[in-house]
């Protein structure tokens, strides 16, 4: 297979398999504590060290509306102050997860590479997010 400008090998991206759930999630845990979006794990398909990550936000809940917003939905967006959805991906085995509704780190900027909130094309949010890793590293 020929290899990509970014050293993804040229093949289709593929949805993570059942079988590599929870071996994908628990990379993936390890890697909240990492304030990066390469994350230091062997991936649990390839074992090559290429997973990569990222969040765009939920837009955050205007405090004058919240207070006025049942104790339930208050609740919700106390509990939920790093809401977010996202990719998780191999850039060598291009395997993928778009996961909805997860916690981002804490320590994830609210805004990254050029993809907003309300971007949910995956293939897009990882071709940006590849170029902007070539051309400036990972934001910090």
Known sequence: MAMADDGALDSPWRVVPHRLGASWSKAFRRAREQPSIRVDVACPDCGVTAL????????????????TAPQWLQD???????????????????????????????????????????????????????????????PQ
């Open 52 to 67: 990569r990550q990222f969040y765009v936000r939920h837009r955050k809940a205007d405090p004058a509306e919240l207070a």
């Open 76 to 138: 919700r967006a106390r509990r939920n102050a790093n809401a977010a959805d996202g990719v998780e991906w191999c850039a060598h085995c291009r395997l993928f997860d778009h996961v909805k509704d997860k916690s981002a780190p804490p320590w994830w900027p609210e805004s990254t590479a050029g993809v907003e909130p309300g971007t949910g094309d995956v293939h897009r949010i990882i071709g940006v997010v590849t170029a902007y890793l070539s051309a400036h590293g990972d």
